[in-house]
């Protein structure tokens, strides 16, 4: 495992970021607008070297006194997929469920492609390929994030249809191939070292769709990234948005060339790829919920709410999602699928209805924690208000009480504000919620990986009175999951 310090001088390797508003990022390790994400990653890495975090996030001693990080095991227990989730709940709590995609979600993505690529079986050089390529992830600590390869807005509105994918294939060589194109949004590329561009990218190659894992900092390709989330430059105001800003962007590439060693042959349809990728994506919001459920728990103590039924009543609300959620996730690992190859898969009707579950009780439990503090949630000073001699002692007497003093109540309020009142929370509402599709989505996944159809109709069946014929409603899963919304370019 590398340390913090180590993976900030790969950041320092030459690559081309734009950030919208802010122009051209020479350097992402010191520049205002990613400096403190950067900063919240190094802490990721370092966290493995601390004692305290060392029976969460690391592996039992094996024969020779070694342990190995959770982020990078490959689950071949239930044992294996407990202690992982448990590894990824604790991290991610940590911010909120703000950093979503961490280098523990690189192994997922680097696991999920040597599965599908076993899976299909196009050639032993691929097999040999993708796992030579998640072992030197689960070696290294080097971080890859996930892009599905969908293209953005303006190629589909190209009016040939033929041009509207993300990417073109300008030519192959014996060393591999030469792409250029556009791709659409995906989470933390700046961050990154390396982004798999996925099946969504228009690339085939005979029966298979060609994905691929390119560098940030290839020769020709740049990385634009959405605008920061506005915040207050004081972080005593913005203690979550100044933290954990993920910048989601697009990935541009010109005449990018990618060794055959890192293409990989896949249908096309992303989905066969990413199942570790929703558990771990359900652990990030489920962090997210248990961080609402903690704030809506120390606002009500702090505005002296603890006994008031409505308030306990609200709580109650918050807990029944949070707990619904986390027992989806502990029914997915103690109820897994494996895969040929003996993988353990968090069962996914399980994530799948846990998703749906989290989907439709997010804005709810965001508009619990917005209710709970009442208006102190927006007139809450800062430290630097408290402070100041023309209003200082007024603030105290205004915000003081009940075992708080004013700059204790006020950071509370303050980090709630943060959470569902800023645009970080808009971010994650407008975006993160419905990068994979959104409810509609999930309920086609469900509809495909729930397997009792015809199992429970008939165990029905067998209780009549009268014989009744045998139902095969298998068909039921196999309807194909909604496609992206389509667009009509203008005529």
């Known amino acids: 495992m590398r340390t913090g310090a180590e993976y900030r001088e790969a950041l320092r390797d030459g690559r081309r970021v734009w950030v919208i508003g802010e122009g051209l990022v020479e350097d992402v390790t ?18 493995h070297f601390e004692p305290e975090w060392r029976d969460i996030l690391l592996t039992p001693a094996d024969a020779q006194g070694a342990r190995a990080p959770w982020a990078y095991a490959l689950p071949r227990s239930v044992q294996d ?5 448990k590894s990824f709940s604790a991290t991610t709590f940590l911010s909120a469920g703000n950093i979503t995609h961490t280098p523990a979600y690189g192994n997922l993505i680097a ?21 030579a390529h998640r072992e030197r992830i689960a070696r290294t600590g080097r971080f890859l994030t996930f892009s599905a390869g969908a293209a953005t807005i303006g190629y589909r509105m190209r009016p040939d249809p033929a041009e509207r994918v993300s990417l073109r294939l300008m030519h192959e060589t014996d060393a591999g191939i030469v792409v250029s194109g556009k791709v659409g949004m995906h989470t933390s590329p700046v961050y990154a070292e390396d982004v798999y561009v996925g099946a969504h990218c228009g690339i085939d190659r005979g029966q298979h769709r060609a994905t691929f894992t390119v560098p940030v900092a290839a020769p020709g390709v740049t990385v634009l990234c959405r605008k920061i989330a506005a915040r207050h430059p004081n972080p005593f105001l913005s203690p979550l948005s100044s933290r954990f800003d993920e910048l989601d962007g697009q990935m541009w590439l010109e005449d990018v060339f990618i060794p055959w060693e890192h293409v990989f042959l896949m249908d096309v349809s992303p989905e066969p790829m990413a199942s570790w990728l929703f558990w771990h994506q359900l652990y990030c919001w489920l962090s997210k919920a248990e961080f609402t459920l903690g704030l809506a728990l120390a606002c009500a103590h702090a505005m002296g709410l603890v006994e008031h039924e409505p308030t306990i009543e609200y709580l109650i609300d918050l807990v029944v999602d949070v707990q619904t959620v986390r027992s989806c996730q502990t029914a997915a690992e103690l109820d897994p699928e494996t895969t040929a190859e003996g993988y353990c898969i968090p069962n996914r009707s399980h994530v799948a209805a846990g998703t749906i579950a989290i989907q439709k009780a997010r804005q709810r439990m965001a508009e619990l924690l917005r209710i ?12 630097k ?16 009480g009940g075992g708080y003093t004013a700059l204790q109540r006020s950071a509370l309020l303050q980090l709630a504000c943060d959470h569902v009142a800023s645009a970080l929370d808009g971010r994650e509402s407008s975006f993160e919620l419905h990068a994979n599709g959104g409810i509609p989505a999930w309920r086609g996944r469900l509809r495909r990986y729930f397997s009792r159809y015809s199992e429970l109709a008939n165990n029905v069946l067998k209780t009549a009175t009268v014989d009744m014929p045998t139902l095969d409603l298998e068909g039921l899963r196999a309807a194909p999951l909604a496609p992206r919304r389509p667009v009509s370019p203008p005529r």
Do not use: K
């Open 385 to 400: 208000d408290l402070a100041a001699p023309e209003v200082g002692a007024g603030l105290e007497e205004s915000f003081a």
């Open 372 to 383: 709970l503090p009442g208006s102190s949630l927006v007139v809450a000073p800062s430290d």
């Open 111 to 131: 696991l999920g492609i040597l599965d599908a690529v076993q899976q299909r079986n196009v050639s032993t050089e691929q097999i040999a390929s993708a796992a």
């Open 30 to 47: 010191v520049h205002p607008a990613t400096r403190a994400t950067v900063d919240e990653y190094v802490a990721w890495y370092d966290r």
């Open 81 to 85: 997929l407990r202690a992982m989730g």
